[in-house]
């Protein structure tokens, strides 16, 4: 059988059934210092996205549930956009229901949103940031062509645990 990985853009008509997928896998988003500690219904979960990400039209090009054969099973996406250097560079996030684990869906993916990245977007360095022991995340960093930069502290106030230890990976648009 030949399994299909596509990623859906979240748009306002869809962040319902979003939020249940997030509410689905709570407490396994939670166990990697992850989640969404104060979001408590659909419009905290709307408003959430409206703050991070200003607008719906930014949304749409930065934030994907991904689909594997059809079935809802996760989120991908870009955030931490910044210019340094006159460069523009995101972080990646992702996640995948436990259930669909081990069939490499977040790497085919993450391979879908570096294309969108560096092509649609035209950003030039993207950055993933995974827990010391995640190395199932750190994996799929690797199969994704990203470079390991070394070990870092972030503060993560937002979920009560001030600082949580990091690895970080990254990559380069080939010019």
Same mark, same amino acid.
């Given at each position: ?45 709307? $408003?959430? *996205? /409206?703050? #991070?990400?200003?607008?719906?039209? =930014? ?63 035209? $950003?030039? *360095? /993207?950055? #993933?940031?995974?827990?010391?022991? =995640? ?41």
């Amino acid at each position: 059988m030949n399994s299909q990985v596509t990623l859906i853009p979240l748009t306002e008509n869809r962040i319902a059934q979003d939020y249940k997928m997030i509410q689905k896998n709570e407490a396994y988003l939670e166990s990697f210092g992850e989640g969404y500690p104060n979001i408590k219904n659909t419009n905290d979960y709307f $408003l959430y *996205l /409206l703050r #991070i990400y200003g607008d719906f039209q =930014n949304l749409e090009l930065k934030r994907f549930t991904i689909c594997y054969d059809n079935t809802h099973c996760g989120q991908i996406g870009l955030h931490s956009f910044c210019i340094e250097n006159f460069t523009c560079q995101a972080e990646i996030f992702y996640w995948v229901d436990e259930q669909f684990q081990g069939k490499g869906i977040v790497t085919k993916a993450c391979q879908s949103l570096l294309k969108h990245a560096f092509e649609v977007l035209g $950003l030039d *360095l /993207l950055i #993933i940031h995974c827990l010391v022991e =995640n190395v199932k995340s750190a994996n799929v960093a690797l199969r994704c062509g990203f470079t390991y930069e070394g070990i870092s502290n972030l503060d993560n106030t937002q979920y009560k645990k001030f600082i949580k230890t990091v690895e970080q990976y990254r990559i380069e648009q080939k010019k």
